[in-house]
């Protein structure tokens, strides 16, 4: 996302309301990339002022970080996966052309508390070469299974799909052929989300995408989507009345797909939700919506959410990660946040 100086005047005001203890630096190793020093500050409570209180909708706050790093990696975070089944690491990208990998380190209750081992390295294109430019580099949202990786690109429509190497980032990606839809969206308000489906499931061989805000000349405020490839591809609409922009989505429990928004207003701020779109009414030619699971606002310890991951903890729970993206921005911070799903 651009920066927008409305959202990172309000998003400063919040980062003065921000409460945490300094756990300070965690750098780890490089290998084949720098190494990236964070700072980490806890955020042991969502609702600002009342740490009691850890139910939000259906969702059940875990706990979270502020990370802070003179490191260019760590700003402008817009795509987010899980690289290990019990969240212990993380991919995630930037929009800016770069990908940054850390450890996620834990208290005995499993609660997220500092990380270790940050390196970054820059996003290839098929030659082998970093993308150049915002154009170009302007990537938004990842995800990744079986070792294949997607990467959406927002200001020119593209979805960018490789595979990881063996330390852990993309390598060379490739350009997949795109509906010429996608051609008519915005410039800036591209494709915000890409998301592979479970092999034996009702989308395996697909991949969806969706894009941020309705393309030139819609004649609705819904956000347009695509199944691409798959036994079923086509188009479909995301329910919008233009309030919410949509930010990232991931499927989760029973191959639902679970979808993250983000909205500003000079009355209410900065503001975000969670969607639960089901399986069954994702298909070509709907209008798909569904229920709220939680809504956040400057009440809460959120900032511009633009990335999700969904990933299944050591107790079965299903696990939902947040990640903000800072516009580099000193009035804006970049915040990690884990919940659980109280529901199936």
């Not at 309000?10 to 300070?24: H, I, K, P, Q, W």
Request: hydrophobic content about 40%; overall charge neutral.
């Amino acid at each position: 996302m651009r920066g927008r100086t409305r959202l990172a005047v309000v998003s400063g005001l919040l980062a003065l309301l921000a409460a945490g203890t300094v756990l300070g630096l965690s750098a780890g190793a490089a290998t084949l990339s720098p190494s990236v020093p964070v700072t980490v500050q806890r955020i042991a409570a969502f609702q600002i002022g009342d740490p009691e209180v850890t139910r939000f909708g259906a969702l059940e706050f875990v706990g979270g970080l502020q990370l802070s790093s003179r490191h260019r990696a760590i700003g402008g975070l817009s795509g987010l996966v899980m690289t290990e089944a019990d969240g212990s690491a993380f991919l995630a990208i930037t929009d800016d052309g770069l990908a940054f990998q850390a450890r996620i380190l834990r208290d005995a209750a499993g609660r997220p508390v500092d990380l270790a081992e940050g390196r970054a390295a820059p996003l290839r294109d098929r030659r082998g070469k970093p993308f150049r430019g915002k154009l170009e580099a302007d990537t938004e949202a990842l995800d990744v299974r079986d070792g294949a990786v997607v990467i959406s690109v927002e200001g020119r429509p593209r979805i960018l799909a490789g595979r990881l190497e063996p330390d852990g980032f993309p390598g060379p990606l490739t350009e997949m052929r795109l509906p010429p839809a996608t051609a008519a969206l915005k410039g800036g308000k591209g494709l915000e989300t890409v998301v592979i489906g479970r092999p034996g499931g009702p989308f395996a061989g697909a991949v969806v995408t969706i894009g941020e805000d309705a393309p030139r000349n819609a004649k609705s405020r819904d956000n347009p989507g695509w199944l691409i490839g798959g036994p079923a591809p086509g188009a479909f609409r995301v329910a919008n009345d233009g309030t919410y922009s949509i930010t990232d989505a991931k499927f989760g429990p029973g191959d639902d797909l679970f979808i993250l928004e983000r909205a500003y207003s000079w009355r209410d701020g900065v503001r975000c939700r969670i969607r639960r779109i089901r399986a069954a009414d994702l298909k070509p030619g709907a209008r798909i919506d569904g229920p709220v699971l939680m809504e956040a606002n400057l009440s809460h310890q959120i900032d511009n959410m633009e990335a999700l991951a969904l990933w299944t903890d050591g107790e079965g729970r299903t696990r939902l990660s947040l990640l903000s993206d800072d516009n580099r921005s000193f009035l804006q911070r970049t915040v990690y946040l884990e919940f659980t799903l109280t529901g199936p």
